[in-house]
């Protein structure tokens, strides 16, 4: 049997949230490193804009419902997102589920879409060449490939969002608010199938 390279039993909450401040650093430093190199196209522009706030949410409630459809319907990829989900926020308490939301979607927003997507272009090359470099990042092994080819598609919706909009913002807010519904939602589900967690 294929050894798995995430544990069997779910992190700490310290462990986890470490983890997750840590990476956020880190994507943050690739990205202001890249934006440095001769590769870069410069950030796609961020700027407050109220009707991309509405289009973010309007599309993580799009992403949200097709992944509970997806989770329903296709045993793999519930097996994968069970396996990932339960190792991450299994451990978390509620007000904690915040930066679940924050800390990647505003880091990798800004290295996927906003230094990445520019680099290799404002176009459908770009949007799948970002989209698969994020999909790579979810997984964390073989089993993982339904999980990561959602991610994959989620991160081409972003990817194609932030170019129609020319606007990193609605991006931003929609991978922020499908990370914290889709784990609220996971954790309320867990919590009636393990009431006695907490």
């Known amino acids: 049997m294929e050894e798995s390279p995430l544990p069997d039993e779910p992190l700490s909450r310290t462990q986890v949230l470490v983890a997750m401040a840590l990476t956020a650093i880190l994507w943050l430093i690739l990205a202001r490193v890249w934006l ?26 799009g992403i949200t419902g097709m992944g509970a459809i997806l989770y ?21 308490l509620w007000p904690d589920l915040f930066w679940i939301g924050i800390l990647p979607g505003l880091s990798e927003e800004l290295l996927f879409r906003g230094v990445l997507l520019p ?27 339904p999980y990561a080819l959602w991610a ?10 932030a170019v129609a909009m020319n606007n990193l913002l609605l991006a931003i807010v929609a991978h922020t608010c499908t990370n914290w519904l889709a784990a609220t939602l996971w954790k309320v589900s867990f919590l009636r199938s393990s009431p006695h967690q907490p």
């Open 36 to 61: 440095l190199t001769p590769f870069s196209a410069g950030l796609l522009p961020l700027r407050w804009d109220g009707w991309a706030v509405v289009l973010g949410i309007v599309l993580c409630l």
């Open 72 to 92: 329903r319907l296709w045993l793999a990829y519930r097996h994968a997102s069970d396996t990932y989900l339960k190792l991450v926020l299994s451990p978390l």
């Open 119 to 145: 680099s290799l272009g404002l176009n459908w090359a770009g949007i799948i060449g970002s989209s698969v470099c994020f999909g790579i990042l979810h997984a964390g092994s073989r089993q993982q490939w």
């Open 152 to 161: 994959t598609i989620v991160g081409g919706l972003f990817a194609y969002s």
